[in-house]
C-alpha cells in the first residue's frame, strides 16, 4: 500500500472523535460537489421519465447514443483507434459502427496501459481518478469526468433512492469497505459522521454480532432513515439483533450492493430491521448497472449500458463515461439478460436481469469470529502494487496463502505489505506469500479472488 495513504490512516485513527468528523465531512462536502449541480433534478426527472419508454423507443435511444460513442471511441481513444488501424492495414473493412464488431476487452488491457483508453481530448488532471480491485482481483485505474459523475450519480438518485422514497437530504447509513476505524480497535466509535453527505459512514471490520447493540445507538443517534451495505457484513449485525434482542430503528428501506445477496440474508434482514430490502447490481467501471423495485424485479439501467450475454458472461458497453469509454467490457460476472415482455407489476418495462452469479466470493473468516467481506480484501491490492492479479486463499482461521502474480518489481518489501495488510484486516494469522504465473481459474472461466477451504459449515 501507499506509505503515504498508510501514514494518513494512522494520524487519522490517532484524532479525537470530533476531528474525524470534520476531515469526513470536508471529504464529502467535496464528494457533493462533484457528483451534484444544478442539473441533477432534471436529469432525475429525465431518467424517472423513461422508465415506462416502450422498448422500440429505448432501442432507438440506445443505437443513437451507442453510435456516438463508438465513433468517438474510434478516433478520439488511443487504444481502439490502434486498434482499428490495425484491423485497416490487415484489410479489415468491417464497420466501427456496429458493436458485434468490436472485440470484448478485460480489466486486464486496461490496468496495462490504462492512459490509452482516455479520449485524447481529456485531461485526466481534471478528471476524478479511482482505483478499483473488482471482483476479479485486479487493481484497474479509471477517471470520471465531471459530466459523467452527476449523470450517473442522477441515475442513481432516480433508481435506487426515489424509487424507494427517499431523497439524498434523508440521513443514511453505509455499511461498506472505507477503514473508518481502526481495524484492530476494540472500543466504539466503529463509525464516523459524514456530514458533507448526511452519510453515517459504519466500518465493516468491527460488524460483529456484540457490536450490533453499538450499531444500532449510531443509527438511532443520527436518525438514519435506510442503510446500504455489503450483505455479508449486514448479515453479522441482524445475527447480533435476533440473538440479542436489540430494537433497530426504524427504517424505510435497506439497499444491498457489491455482493450477491442470498435468500438467507434477506430473511434475516427484514426480520431483524421489518423493513423491506432492495438489492442492487453494479461496478466502478459504470458500464452497467440494475436495481430492485418493489415487486423484486431487477431491473437493468440501459441509459447506463448496453449489456449483452456472451456464454453466460455480462458484456458491458457503458454509455456515460465518454472521457473513458470502455466497449464490450468484460464483467467477469456471470448472468441472464431478459428483455422486458412488457412492463412490470411496478409500472416500469425496463428490461430485467436475472440469475445473477458474480461478485460470488468467500467471506473470510478471522480468528476472533468476525466474518469479513471479500471487498474488504481485494482493496489491499492497490493499482501501485508490483502484482498482475492477486487470490486469497484461505485454509484455516489463522492460515492464509495469498497468491500473487509479480511483475519485476515485485520484492520482499512488497511481501512484508500484502502480509502487514492481510493482519491489520484480519487479525493474526500466519500468511504465505505464493508465486504463480497465473491465478487458477473455475469452471466458469472466472477467477475468484476470494477463495476459502474452511471445512463446510465452519462460522
Not at 501514514?7 to 462533484?34: C, D, E, M, N, Q
Not at 465513433?71 to 479489415?92: F, L
Not at 489491499?380 to 508490483?386: C, E, N, R, V, Y
Request: aromatic share 10%; glycine share 8%; proline share 6%.
Amino acid at each position: 500500500m501507499p506509505l503515504t495513504r498508510n501514514i494518513w490512516l494512522g494520524t487519522f485513527y490517532k484524532l479525537p472523535y470530533h476531528l474525524r468528523v470534520a476531515a469526513a465531512s470536508l471529504h464529502g462536502y467535496r464528494l457533493r460537489y462533484r457528483r451534484y449541480g444544478p442539473e441533477t433534478e432534471r436529469l432525475v426527472a429525465e431518467c424517472l421519465e423513461r422508465d415506462t419508454w416502450t422498448s422500440g423507443r429505448w432501442k432507438n435511444w440506445t443505437e443513437d447514443r451507442t453510435a456516438e460513442l463508438l465513433h468517438r471511441a474510434a478516433t478520439r481513444v488511443p487504444y481502439y483507434r490502434e486498434q482499428w488501424g490495425q484491423r485497416r492495414r490487415r484489410g479489415d473493412s468491417s464497420s466501427w459502427e456496429r458493436l458485434e464488431n468490436w472485440p470484448a476487452i478485460d480489466r486486464v488491457a486496461i490496468r496495462r496501459n490504462p492512459h490509452a483508453f482516455l479520449a485524447d481530448d481529456c485531461d485526466p488532471r481534471r478528471m476524478t481518478a479511482e482505483v478499483t480491485s473488482g471482483t476479479m482481483g485486479s487493481p484497474t485505474q479509471l477517471w470520471y469526468s465531471s459530466q459523467t459523475l452527476t449523470a450517473w450519480y442522477a441515475l442513481f438518485e432516480a433508481r435506487c433512492r426515489r424509487w424507494n422514497g427517499l431523497s439524498r437530504g434523508d440521513a443514511w447509513g453505509l455499511l461498506a469497505g472505507q477503514a473508518v476505524a481502526d481495524p484492530l480497535a476494540r472500543r466504539p466509535p466503529y463509525w464516523v459522521w459524514n456530514r458533507g453527505l448526511r452519510q453515517l459512514y459504519l466500518s465493516c471490520y468491527h460488524a460483529t454480532p456484540d457490536n450490533a447493540g453499538h450499531y444500532m445507538e449510531a443509527l438511532r443517534q443520527h436518525d438514519v432513515q435506510y442503510l446500504m451495505a455489503y450483505p455479508s457484513s449486514l448479515y453479522s449485525i441482524a445475527q447480533g439483533i435476533l440473538r440479542h434482542g436489540f430494537k433497530p430503528p426504524r427504517l424505510k428501506v435497506i439497499l444491498t450492493q457489491s455482493e450477491q445477496l442470498f435468500d438467507f440474508q434477506r430473511r434475516a434482514f427484514e426480520e431483524a430491521f421489518e423493513c423491506p430490502v432492495r438489492d442492487s447490481y453494479g461496478m466502478s467501471e459504470i458500464c452497467a448497472a440494475a436495481a430492485e423495485c418493489g415487486h423484486g424485479t431487477m431491473h437493468l439501467w440501459p441509459d447506463a449500458g448496453v449489456v449483452e450475454e456472451v456464454d453466460g458472461e455480462l458484456v458491458s458497453t457503458g454509455l456515460i463515461n465518454g472521457g473513458m469509454p470502455l466497449i464490450r467490457y468484460r464483467t467477469g460476472d456471470r448472468g441472464k439478460v431478459a428483455e422486458s415482455g412488457g412492463a412490470c407489476a411496478c409500472g416500469r418495462s425496463l428490461p430485467t436481469l436475472t440469475a445473477i452469479e458474480g461478485r460470488i466470493s468467500d467471506t473470510i473468516h478471522a480468528p476472533d469470529g468476525r466474518k469479513l467481506s471479500p471487498n474488504l480484501i481485494e482493496g489491499i491490492f492497490d493499482a501501485q502494487l508490483p502484482v498482475e492479479e492477486a487470490q486469497i486463499v484461505q485454509y484455516s482461521r489463522d492460515a492464509i496463502t495469498v497468491r500473487v502474480v509479480p511483475t519485476a518489481a515485485f520484492n520482499a518489501r512488497t511481501s512484508r505489505a500484502i502480509e502487514s495488510e492481510i493482519v491489520r484486516r484480519v487479525g493474526r494469522v500466519a500468511v504465505t506469500i505464493e508465486h504463480v504465473e497465473r491465478i487458477p481459474r473455475g469452471p466458469n472461466g472466472k477467477m475468484r479472488a476470494v477463495v476459502s477451504q474452511l471445512p463446510a459449515g465452519s462460522s
